[in-house]
């Protein structure tokens, strides 16, 4: 068994594979750089997972169910620290990690995509590999995370390009910051009213709708461009953004905001760990 670990913007994404299988991911804070040091000198999985799971109730939640008592199992099935292959686009944290005594840490060069520039971030690589290994190129990648990226790939594995944006978050936390007197606003579970009247609304309108109308803008370009060409949406607010994109527009007709978009999208949350599984096998 492996530990894949994905050091994002804002948090530390986590799988457990045996062989090429993955059989659970989550999600945890940034550790303490004295907590990685312990793991470093660690003598059992148990001391591991103890601090990636330092409680039940976080042990409980994963992107693949309870993954409570198959940790167990593994704990006391396997005496000693696993190999972890890391991926970042966090300098300072990968740093930290470099202590731990079995760690691998896959770079750009090393993903199989083609024509990739220098200053591409391994996630949005990695994920691009995933996407068109499960689905085939040309595929689309939308990452819906701290930052909205969009990056492709046509049916020869090389890299057509992109682009990034501020995400969803990202842009509420900058107007409340940035200004002196509009407030931090938290992302509602159901699109808001187009026209708004009262402040707080009047900012995730904004932000929501012109975000979606983007995507929306981006897909229909990306199938102009190739027809038959997938598209894969990832990240933390996938769901959000998709359930925008499903919900009827709360304007006076009630029409449809983007039907056919939606039920042509695909939806994964693992498309970086599918990537760092092939790109290990591809160096094997």
């Known amino acids: 068994m492996w530990l894949a670990l994905m050091i994002g913007n804002s948090r530390l ?97 090393q993903v199989p995509i083609k024509g990739i520039y220098p200053t591409l971030g391994i996630d949005r690589a990695l994920a691009l590999l995933g996407a068109g290994q499960n689905w085939g190129f040309p595929i689309l990648v939308i990452d819906a995370g701290t930052a909205l990226t969009f990056t492709g790939a046509d049916a020869n594995q090389h890299l057509v390009g992109g682009a990034i944006l501020p995400g969803l978050g990202l842009q509420l936390a900058t107007l409340a910051g940035k200004t002196g007197q509009l407030p931090t606003v938290e992302l509602p579970q159901q699109l808001p009213h187009r026209y708004a009247l009262n402040t707080k609304e009047a900012i995730q309108s904004g932000v929501i709708y012109t975000l979606v109308a983007g995507i929306k803008d981006f897909i229909e370009a990306w199938w102009r461009d190739f027809p038959q060409g997938n598209v894969v949406m990832t990240g933390g607010d996938r769901t959000l953004l998709v359930n925008y994109m499903r919900s009827p527009m709360k304007a006076p007709k009630g029409a449809s905001q983007f039907p056919e978009i939606v039920d042509s999208l695909n939806v994964e949350a693992n498309l970086i760990f599918w990537g760092m599984q092939k790109t290990l096998k591809n160096y094997e």
Do not use: M
Request: one cysteine or more; charged letters at 20%.
């Open 13 to 109: 994404h986590w799988a457990y594979f045996t062989g090429d299988t993955l059989i659970y991911a989550w999600d945890t804070d940034y550790l303490p750089a004295d907590v990685i040091q312990r793991l470093s000198q660690s003598q059992t999985l148990k001391d591991l997972l103890l601090e990636i799971f330092p409680n039940d109730e976080a042990t409980g939640k994963a992107r693949h169910g309870n993954i409570e008592d198959s940790l167990k199992t593994l704990c006391s099935s396997v005496s000693s620290p696993p190999p972890i292959i890391l991926a970042s686009v966090v300098p300072s944290q990968t740093a930290l990690w470099q202590s731990y005594p079995n760690v691998r840490i896959l770079t750009l060069d």
